[in-house]
């Protein structure tokens, strides 16, 4: 998987906002949302992404597809750096890279059939005639698991599950390469949860699809992930496979996320890291490593020197100065 050219390259992203201020911009300060964040996805591989609310891992989805303009950094599809490309040209790009958004109800335009919504995208870059459009969506329909006859029914008729999967059937009508889902199960029962997750697995089987799957839940993404990636305050603080970061955490946060995740057998215990403190604020964080202020094992280098994301040879990269990879 991984001996291929990624399909999706994504390096050194950066967005910042201005926030405050007065008249004419005095005063005003920088939110780093997404302050340096690199990695790239291969084909058909999933690269979960996740940390803690506020982390920025969905503004890096965003940034991504440039539904926010990145403040700097390079994002390359299929080889071709897309983050300087003009509108006309992106719009172009758009068919390959494509979004499955966290609320599967406000996501869908209330006014549109079911079989409306589907074909949007195909008639928007006039792909094939109205005929081969219907068609393309009643296979669509099949294949997500909705029958045919639903294409005339309108989005508040049907559960929540069905309208996800209904958000599944547009993201494919365009035949893309890469699927950025935005926390895509987050708002279903967990029952349900499954069911999509799995439905997401079997269409990256077919279609050979590539996945920045944005979450925080890590049992749904050490289900769904060969990769995983933990952010914390704008940056990926251990990146590794699922089985190396599941089992073998290096990060103090990411000890911290796994020990918090509760165990499905009632007699079994999990050593507990207990984080102190808040998350620091992006618009002000802290020098050195942005986790100092509640990592436990936290020296006086940590408060002071920013550690950089090694990378050993495994692929299994930390920013810690105490845990770092050996390359």
């Not at 949860?193 to 997401?200: C, E, G, K, P, Y």
């Not at 933990?230 to 089992?247: D, N, P, Q, T």
């Amino acid at each position: 998987m991984n001996a291929e050219p990624p399909v999706l390259q994504v390096r050194d992203l950066v967005k910042h906002y201005s926030v405050g201020g007065g008249f004419f911009g005095r005063g005003r300060k920088q939110l780093r949302a997404v302050d340096g964040v690199s990695f790239s996805i291969g084909q058909g591989e999933t690269l979960g992404l996740v940390g803690e609310s506020g982390c920025g891992k969905s503004t890096v989805g965003k940034a991504v597809l440039r539904l926010v303009e990145p403040t700097s950094g390079h994002v390359s599809l299929e080889g071709e750096e897309i983050t300087g490309l003009g509108s006309a040209a992106l719009l172009e790009r758009r068919k390959r890279m494509q979004v499955i958004f966290q609320d599967p109800y406000s996501s869908l335009n209330p006014r549109m059939t079911a079989g409306e919504i589907v074909q949007e995208p195909l008639i928007n870059f006039g792909i094939g005639s109205r005929a081969e459009q219907r068609d393309r969506v009643a296979m669509l329909f099949a294949r997500v698991g909705l029958r045919p006859d639903q294409r005339a029914n309108y989005p508040h008729e049907f559960s929540g599950g069905q309208r996800q999967r209904l958000g599944i059937a547009r993201a494919l009508a365009l035949g893309p390469s890469v699927i950025i889902g935005d926390e895509p199960v987050s708002a279903l029962d967990v029952s349900v949860q499954a069911q999509v997750i799995n439905l997401m697995m079997d269409l990256q089987q077919e279609f050979g699809l590539s996945y920045l799957f944005v979450a925080h839940d890590l049992g749904v993404v050490e289900h769904i992930s060969h990769r995983v990636a933990v952010m914390y305050l704008g940056k990926i603080v251990e990146i590794a496979a699922r089985a190396a970061l599941f089992e073998t955490p290096r990060h103090p946060y990411t000890e911290a996320l796994l020990a918090a995740v509760p165990v499905s057998h009632p007699r079994a215990r999990r050593a507990r890291t207990v984080l102190t403190g808040d998350v620091p604020s992006p618009i002000n964080p802290p020098p050195g490593c942005r986790f100092h202020t509640r990592c436990p094992i936290a020296v006086a280098r940590c408060r002071q020197e920013e550690p950089a994301l090694v990378l050993d040879a495994s692929g299994h990269g930390v920013a810690c100065h105490l845990r770092a990879a050996t390359a």
